[in-house]
């Protein structure tokens, strides 16, 4: 393998290139010293070559000797042979390198020497010039002193040789620090040289290692796999051993086995002949068990139908009574309805509930709250699912009383973000308790058209931070105030209060849509559009039979009350702070009425609060009030599910006394 031609000298030229370029005492017999080297590395990389692959031959037989050998030895043999790979990967790396710093140590040993030859040819010539010079002195002082006594050209002359020789001089001195330090470099080539042989030899031994750590590991394998089998041998003997005992004892075993076996067999022969007979008896048997069971159930689901029926008729008869006893004594019905869970609680992981009904129960509200369980009874409990049709038919008769001339109060109350303003109002496509129960009465007015007359007025207030604003009105910031009305009747009413005169159901929902839009709303923590204020509508109804004259008033509120909240959780802060403290001051009257009420007190303390003095008369006797409590069943508000349930309880025990009709009585005698 010889060194590849140097850049820049064509390759005819290589010969002559190596007998000029290489000094005459470094390579004898035209081979430079590189090129021996070369030569040495590249017989013993050919020998590394051959013990590689006397090695990959003998991994080979190894592999093939150990096939049947356990799994470990298979496995060190691809342990080796991943070894060897590496092991020619690395020798082919460092014949690489060996081969690229050859040529680059040729290549600048060449450059080297070419710039030394310029210089000597160059400085042969200068001092052939300079030997020149030296030998015209007996000119040059002729002519100094023939300038001196004739010409100053000569003169001129003789300066200007005297300036080529100093420069002459410059250029020699110059020339001989060239060629030291030319001198110093070619020094450091062989030092480089010198550590290039130094990286060969360490090279070469590390390769001397590699083989014999590959020797040692065949020798290593050879002897674990003679170890394998010799173990394995020594196993396969063992087990042969205990499988001839086994044998042995399952064929004394089957000697002992074979009469008891002819035993069994003639057993089994007269079992069957038995089972055969036993077969008929049993299928009569059991077919007339199958008749007798049939008859049975028969008699018995009659017998549950007819008690269903009894029960289902007790049942209502049973809350027909208590109703007509709660009517009687005047109590509050309540009812409550359980929120269902939004795709928002899901989302957060609201997803357990701790409020629920009793399915076998109606009237019946469990709650989990600190690791006990409590029960609260009520009217009736409406589950999440329940429609908001469903919810309008069970308070559907006390509306329609208000065309009798009875005054009725529908009133929702429950903690904020519970959905009060979605059971009173509902949504276009889903309307709530205010749209489903006016257009009822509207359909019942226009049934009773021939024979009755009727006037319908509508009024909406609300009460926010304690003052009284018209939403009808045109400017709804005008403040109100409640006062007993001058014609000595005792009801109360609001001076000034926008009252509209109705006609159809369509002017009913221009109104409502009016006052919903004047209504004060706002965003808090815990509920997205939180409802400020407590909202009122008033619907009164005059009804005139058209045959006797007879001319009754009925009125009908239907109240949204502001949501109960704690402000550190709600996260009202400045305006929405003063308006839960009002709020929450507002309910807090009411449940002191509620109290009064229970407790049958001589004063009812009706004027504490706005809220409480405008429903004086939904409130005091002869109405007829519903309490809608709405309940959220998440964890998070089990505290103020609790509060809300303890409220509706008191209120379950309120009696107002029998509702009684306002009849008009001047009317009467009129006619």
């Given at each position: 393998?010889?060194?590849?031609?140097?850049?820049?000298?064509?390759?005819?030229?290589?010969?002559?290139?190596?007998?000029?370029?290489?000094?005459?005492?470094?390579?004898?017999?035209?081979?430079?010293?590189?090129?021996?080297?070369?030569?040495?590395?590249?017989?013993?990389?050919?020998?590394?070559?051959?013990?590689?692959?006397?090695?990959?031959?003998?991994?080979?037989?190894?592999?093939?000797?150990?096939?049947?050998?356990?799994?470990?030895?298979?496995?060190?043999?691809?342990?080796?042979?991943?070894?060897?790979?590496?092991?020619?990967?690395?020798?082919?790396?460092?014949?690489?390198?060996?081969?690229?710093?050859?040529?680059?140590?040729?290549?600048?040993?060449?450059?080297?020497?070419?710039?030394?030859?310029?210089?000597?040819?160059?400085?042969?010539?200068?001092?052939?010039?300079?030997?020149?010079?030296k030998n015209q002195p007996p000119e040059v002082q002729y002519i100094t002193k023939t300038v001196e006594v004739d010409s100053a050209r000569t003169l001129q002359g003789l300066a200007e040789a005297e300036e080529r020789n100093r420069a002459l001089m410059a250029q020699l001195s110059s020339q001989a620090e060239r060629c030291q330090q030319l001198t110093e470099q070619l020094q450091n080539s062989d030092e480089v040289a010198a550590g290039l042989r130094h990286k060969i030899s360490a090279y070469e031994a590390e390769i001397a290692g590699l083989q014999q750590d590959l020797v040692r590991e065949i020798n290593?394998?050879?002897?674990?796999?003679?170890?394998?089998?010799?173990?394995?041998?020594?196993?396969?003997?063992?087990?042969?051993?205990?499988?001839?005992?086994?044998?042995?004892?399952?064929?004394?075993?089957?000697?002992?086995?074979?009469?008891?076996?002819?035993?069994?067999?003639?057993?089994?022969?007269?079992?069957?002949?038995?089972?055969?007979?036993?077969?008929?008896?049993?299928?009569?048997?059991?077919?007339?068990?199958?008749?007798?069971?049939?008859?049975?159930?028969?008699?018995?689901?009659?017998?549950?139908?007819?008690?269903?029926?009894?029960?289902?008729?007790?049942?209502?008869?049973?809350?027909?009574?208590?109703?007509?006893?709660?009517?009687?004594?005047?109590?509050?019905?309540?009812?409550?309805?359980?929120?269902?869970?939004?795709?928002?609680?899901?989302?957060?992981?609201?997803?357990?509930?701790?409020?629920?009904?009793?399915?076998?129960?109606?009237?019946?509200?469990?709650?989990?709250?600190?690791?006990?369980?409590?029960?609260?009874?009520?009217?009736?409990?409406?589950?999440?699912?329940?429609?908001?049709?469903?919810v309008f038919q069970e308070i559907e008769p006390l509306v329609m009383s208000c065309l009798n001339g009875y005054n009725v109060c529908i009133f929702a109350y429950g903690q904020t973000g519970s959905g009060k303003t979605y059971t009173m109002e509902g949504v276009p496509d889903n309307p709530g308790i205010n749209q489903r129960a006016l257009q009822a009465l509207c359909r019942e007015m226009e049934a009773k058209e021939g024979a009755w007359k009727y006037t319908v007025s509508l009024s909406m207030v609300e009460i926010y931070n304690e003052a009284i604003r018209d939403l009808l009105a045109k400017d709804p910031q005008e403040k109100l105030d409640i006062k007993?009305?001058?014609?000595?009747?005792?009801?109360?009413?609001?001076?000034?209060?926008?009252?509209?005169?109705?006609?159809?159901?369509?002017?009913?929902?221009?109104?409502?849509?009016?006052?919903?839009?004047?209504r004060v709303t706002s965003s808090t923590n815990m509920n997205e559009r939180s409802s400020r204020s407590h909202a009122l509508l008033t619907v009164t109804i005059t009804s005139t039979e058209l045959s006797s004259g007879t001319k009754v008033t009925g009125k009908l509120n239907l109240v949204d009350l502001a949501g109960s909240e704690r402000v550190w959780k709600s996260g009202a802060q400045g305006e929405r702070l003063k308006e839960a403290q009002n709020i929450n001051r507002s309910l807090l009257a009411l449940g002191e009425v509620i109290q009064a009420l229970r407790a049958k007190q001589a004063h009812v303390p009706f004027r504490n609060s706005k809220l409480t003095y405008l429903l004086q008369d939904s409130l005091g006797k002869g109405s007829k009030t519903v309490m809608m409590v709405q309940i959220s069943p998440l964890e998070k508000n089990v505290g103020e599910s609790i509060c809300s349930l303890k409220f509706a309880q008191r209120v379950c025990k309120v009696e107002l006394g029998p509702a009684s009709r306002r009849i008009d009585a001047s009317a009467q005698r009129d006619v």
């Open positions: 393998m010889g060194s590849p031609p140097l850049p820049g000298i064509p390759r005819g030229l290589d010969a002559s290139r190596r007998s000029f370029l290489i000094p005459s005492h470094a390579c004898p017999q035209g081979v430079t010293d590189s090129e021996k080297r070369i030569h040495n590395l590249t017989a013993e990389n050919e020998g590394l070559k051959q013990s590689l692959g006397v090695a990959q031959g003998l991994l080979q037989q190894l592999v093939s000797a150990s096939a049947q050998s356990p799994a470990p030895v298979a496995k060190e043999n691809e342990g080796l042979r991943a070894r060897v790979q590496q092991l020619e990967a690395t020798l082919q790396q460092k014949v690489e390198e060996l081969m690229c710093l050859e040529v680059q140590m040729d290549r600048l040993q060449w450059r080297k020497e070419e710039e030394v030859r310029h210089l000597d040819e160059r400085l042969r010539g200068l001092q052939l010039s300079l030997e020149a010079h290593q394998l050879e002897a674990r796999k003679e170890e394998a089998v010799r173990e394995a041998s020594r196993c396969s003997e063992q087990h042969l051993q205990q499988l001839r005992e086994q044998l042995a004892g399952v064929r004394q075993r089957l000697d002992a086995l074979q009469p008891l076996l002819r035993g069994m067999k003639s057993d089994y022969n007269s079992l069957r002949g038995q089972v055969h007979s036993f077969a008929d008896c049993y299928e009569a048997a059991l077919g007339e068990a199958r008749r007798q069971m049939c008859s049975a159930l028969d008699e018995a689901s009659h017998a549950n139908h007819l008690l269903q029926g009894r029960y289902q008729r007790e049942v209502l008869l049973r809350k027909k009574c208590q109703e007509q006893l709660l009517e009687l004594k005047g109590n509050i019905r309540v009812l409550c309805r359980l929120k269902p869970l939004t795709s928002t609680d899901r989302q957060e992981g609201e997803a357990g509930a701790t409020v629920g009904a009793d399915p076998a129960d109606d009237g019946c509200v469990t709650a989990c709250y600190k690791g006990k369980e409590r029960t609260f009874k009520v009217d009736k409990v409406f589950l999440p699912q329940a429609a908001q049709e469903e007993l009305n001058p014609d000595g009747s005792g009801q109360l009413h609001v001076p000034g209060l926008t009252s509209v005169e109705v006609r159809s159901f369509r002017e009913i929902k221009k109104m409502l849509s009016l006052g919903k839009r004047n």
